[in-house]
C-alpha cells in the first residue's frame, strides 16, 4: 500500500513543481497582476441587485453547457453498481433566467435549471425542471441590500461563482460534499457522489439575507448575514418546523489580493424528492434533520476572469451532530489549491489539486431497489473517507463569452484498495441575454 502511495505523491510533487515554474515564467516576464487593479465583484452583488432606474426592466439571461464525460470508476467506488467505464453526451447545465428591477428600490432575480445534474438531481427521474433562485432584493435601506425568497447561500466562493466563469468544469470534492451537504462516504466518479444521489442543498435555501458591497479605489468589502430554512433547493418540510439555519460571510479584497470567510450554523435537513409508483408520480418524503456547524476560508491572488496569472486557495469544514444514521458526530474537510495562467489572451491553463476528508460522517448513497432509481439515507459508524484529486483544465475563450473547456481529474482513494479513477470531461458554454424591457 506505501509504494501506490508514495507514487502517486510523487506524481502530485512533480505536477505541482510544473505548475510552479509556470507561475515563475510568467512572473518574471512581468505579467503579474496591478496592485491597482478593480477588485473582483462580490457574487452577492452580481446574483441580487440591478443598476437603479425609475422604470421597470427585464433581462432573459442564461447559459447552455452542452458536453461529453468519460469516467474509469471501478465497481469498489460506485455504491451498488459495477461501472468500469462510463461515457455519455451531456448537459452540464442548461440554466434560462429572468432579472430586472421594479422602479429603483425592487430588484428580482429567477433561475431555473433544466438539466440532470448536481443541482437538479431529480430531473432524469421525474423529468421537469427545478427552480434555482427566485427572490425579490429591496433595497430601501442606505447601505443595505435585503433579498427574500430563494436565493445562492454565499458560503464559499467557488460554490458562489456563476457557472459561465468558472474556470473548471467540475466543482472540486469539497464543494460537491461539504457545500452542497452531500458527504458521500464512498464518492465516486472522481470526488462526487454516486448515480442518482444528487445535492439536495445546492447551494440554495429559502431565507431572508442582508447583504452589500462597498468599493474604492482598488479597496473593496462586502458582507452577508442570512437565516435560512436549512431545506435546500429540495425544499422538504424541516422537522424542526421553522427556520434554523444562520449564515454570515465577510469579504475584502485589495487590487488582486481578495480573502473571504463563510460561517454557517443551524439544523439541515437530508432528504430528496423521490419516484413514487408506476407512473413516477413526484412524492415528497420527511425530511430527516441534523445539527450543523461548517466554515471556509478563501485566498485569492489575481482574477480568474481577465488576469494572465492567478492563484485561489480554498478550506471547507463542517461538523454534523444528532445525525439520523450513525451515532457521534461526523466531520468533513478539505481544500484545493488552483493555479492558472493565460500564455495567450484567449487561452488559459489551470492545474487544480483538491484533498477531501471525512470521519463518521452521515453519508448519502443510493439504492437500485425496485424499479426506480432513488436516493436513499445509509450510515455506518466509524466510516471513513480520504481522497485527493489532480486536474488539469484547458479554456479557450472565444468571443460574446464563449468559452470551451477540456478537463482531467485523476482521483485516488487513500483509504480503501480501489484502484485511482480518471475522468476526462468536454464542455463548450454558452452564454446568452436579451434585453426584454429596457
Given at each position: 500500500?506505501?509504494?501506490?502511495?508514495?507514487?502517486?505523491s510523487?506524481?502530485?510533487?512533480?505536477?505541482?513543481?510544473?505548475a510552479?515554474?509556470?507561475?515563475?515564467?510568467?512572473?518574471?516576464?512581468?505579467?503579474?497582476?496591478?496592485?491597482?487593479?478593480?477588485?473582483m465583484?462580490?457574487?452577492?452583488?452580481?446574483?441580487?441587485?440591478?443598476?437603479?432606474?425609475?422604470?421597470?426592466?427585464?433581462?432573459?439571461?442564461?447559459?447552455?453547457?452542452?458536453?461529453?464525460?468519460?469516467?474509469?470508476?471501478n465497481?469498489?467506488?460506485?455504491?451498488?453498481?459495477?461501472?468500469?467505464?462510463?461515457?455519455?453526451?451531456?448537459?452540464y447545465?442548461?440554466?434560462?433566467?429572468?432579472?430586472?428591477?421594479?422602479?429603483?428600490?425592487?430588484?428580482y432575480?429567477?433561475?431555473?435549471e433544466?438539466?440532470?445534474?448536481?443541482?437538479?438531481?431529480?430531473?432524469?427521474?421525474?423529468?421537469?425542471?427545478?427552480?434555482?433562485?427566485?427572490?425579490?432584493?429591496?433595497?430601501?435601506?442606505?447601505?443595505?441590500?435585503?433579498?427574500?425568497?430563494?436565493?445562492?447561500?454565499?458560503?464559499?466562493?467557488?460554490g458562489?461563482?456563476?457557472?459561465?466563469v468558472?474556470?473548471?468544469?467540475?466543482?472540486?470534492?469539497?464543494?460537491?460534499?461539504?457545500?452542497?451537504?452531500e458527504f458521500?462516504?464512498?464518492?465516486?466518479?472522481?470526488?462526487?457522489?454516486?448515480?442518482?444521489?444528487?445535492?439536495?442543498?445546492?447551494?440554495?435555501?429559502?431565507?431572508?439575507?442582508?447583504?452589500n458591497?462597498?468599493?474604492?479605489?482598488?479597496?473593496?468589502?462586502?458582507?452577508?448575514?442570512?437565516?435560512?430554512?436549512?431545506?435546500?433547493?429540495?425544499?422538504?418540510?424541516?422537522s424542526?418546523?421553522?427556520?434554523?439555519?444562520?449564515?454570515?460571510?465577510?469579504?475584502?479584497?485589495?487590487?488582486?489580493l481578495?480573502?473571504?470567510?463563510?460561517?454557517?450554523?443551524?439544523?439541515?435537513?437530508?432528504?430528496?424528492?423521490?419516484?413514487?409508483?408506476?407512473d413516477?408520480?413526484?412524492?415528497?418524503?420527511?425530511?430527516?434533520?441534523?445539527?450543523?456547524?461548517k466554515?471556509?476560508i478563501?485566498?485569492?491572488?489575481?482574477?480568474?476572469?481577465?488576469?494572465?496569472?492567478?492563484?485561489?486557495?480554498?478550506?471547507?469544514?463542517?461538523?454534523?451532530?444528532?445525525?439520523?444514521?450513525?451515532?457521534?458526530?461526523?466531520?468533513?474537510?478539505?481544500?484545493?489549491?488552483?493555479?492558472?495562467v493565460?500564455p495567450?489572451?484567449?487561452?488559459?491553463?489551470?492545474?487544480?489539486?483538491?484533498?477531501?476528508?471525512?470521519?463518521?460522517?452521515?453519508?448519502v448513497?443510493?439504492?437500485?431497489?425496485?424499479?426506480?432509481?432513488?436516493?436513499?439515507?445509509?450510515?455506518?459508524?466509524?466510516?471513513?473517507?480520504?481522497?485527493?484529486?489532480e486536474?488539469?483544465?484547458?479554456?479557450?475563450?472565444?468571443?460574446?463569452?464563449?468559452?470551451?473547456y477540456?478537463?482531467?481529474?485523476?482521483?485516488?482513494?487513500?483509504?480503501?484498495?480501489?484502484?485511482?479513477?480518471?475522468?476526462?470531461?468536454?464542455?463548450?458554454?454558452?452564454?446568452?441575454?436579451?434585453?426584454l424591457?429596457?
Amino acid at each position: 500500500m506505501k509504494r501506490p502511495l508514495q507514487k502517486r505523491s510523487m506524481w502530485a510533487c512533480a505536477v505541482g513543481a510544473g505548475a510552479m515554474l509556470g507561475v515563475s515564467a510568467v512572473a518574471t516576464a512581468g505579467l503579474l497582476p496591478s496592485m491597482t487593479e478593480k477588485p473582483m465583484a462580490p457574487w452577492t452583488m452580481v446574483y441580487g441587485t440591478e443598476k437603479p432606474e425609475q422604470h421597470p426592466t427585464m433581462l432573459l439571461f442564461g447559459v447552455v453547457q452542452p458536453g461529453y464525460s468519460y469516467i474509469q470508476a471501478n465497481s469498489g467506488n460506485v455504491p451498488d453498481a459495477t461501472v468500469k467505464g462510463n461515457a455519455e453526451f451531456k448537459f452540464y447545465r442548461v440554466r434560462p433566467g429572468v432579472r430586472g428591477s421594479i422602479g429603483p428600490n425592487i430588484d428580482y432575480y429567477f433561475l431555473a435549471e433544466f438539466a440532470n445534474n448536481p443541482a437538479d438531481p431529480n430531473n432524469g427521474i421525474i423529468g421537469h425542471a427545478h427552480v434555482l433562485d427566485a427572490s425579490v432584493t429591496l433595497n430601501y435601506i442606505p447601505g443595505v441590500h435585503v433579498q427574500i425568497g430563494q436565493m445562492l447561500v454565499p458560503f464559499a466562493e467557488e460554490g458562489l461563482t456563476a457557472a459561465p466563469v468558472l474556470p473548471w468544469i467540475n466543482y472540486s470534492p469539497i464543494t460537491y460534499n461539504i457545500d452542497y451537504n452531500e458527504f458521500a462516504s464512498t464518492p465516486a466518479y472522481n470526488g462526487i457522489a454516486g448515480p442518482g444521489s444528487g445535492l439536495f442543498n445546492a447551494g440554495g435555501e429559502l431565507g431572508i439575507m442582508a447583504f452589500n458591497g462597498i468599493s474604492h479605489g482598488p479597496l473593496s468589502f462586502n458582507y452577508a448575514v442570512g437565516l435560512f430554512n436549512g431545506t435546500g433547493v429540495s425544499e422538504l418540510q424541516s422537522s424542526m418546523g421553522h427556520p434554523d439555519d444562520a449564515l454570515v460571510h465577510l469579504g475584502a479584497d485589495y487590487g488582486p489580493l481578495g480573502v473571504a470567510l463563510g460561517y454557517e450554523n443551524g439544523r439541515q435537513v437530508i432528504g430528496p424528492y423521490v419516484a413514487g409508483g408506476i407512473d413516477r408520480t413526484p412524492m415528497a418524503i420527511p425530511g430527516m434533520s441534523y445539527q450543523q456547524q461548517k466554515y471556509a476560508i478563501d485566498l485569492r491572488y489575481g482574477n480568474y476572469m481577465t488576469d494572465p496569472l492567478w492563484l485561489w486557495y480554498e478550506y471547507q469544514h463542517a461538523k454534523n451532530t444528532q445525525q439520523p444514521g450513525v451515532a457521534g458526530s461526523g466531520t468533513a474537510r478539505g481544500w484545493f489549491a488552483a493555479a492558472g495562467v493565460r500564455p495567450l489572451t484567449d487561452v488559459m491553463a489551470v492545474f487544480r489539486y483538491s484533498t477531501y476528508n471525512t470521519e463518521n460522517m452521515e453519508p448519502v448513497a443510493v439504492s437500485t431497489a425496485g424499479p426506480v432509481l432513488a436516493p436513499h439515507y445509509a450510515g455506518a459508524a466509524g466510516v471513513t473517507t480520504s481522497l485527493d484529486q489532480e486536474s488539469l483544465i484547458g479554456v479557450y475563450l472565444a468571443n460574446r463569452g464563449v468559452r470551451y473547456y477540456l478537463e482531467w481529474d485523476r482521483t485516488s482513494y487513500n483509504n480503501s484498495g480501489a484502484p485511482t479513477d480518471n475522468a476526462v470531461s468536454v464542455m463548450v458554454s454558452l452564454p446568452f441575454g436579451a434585453r426584454l424591457i429596457h
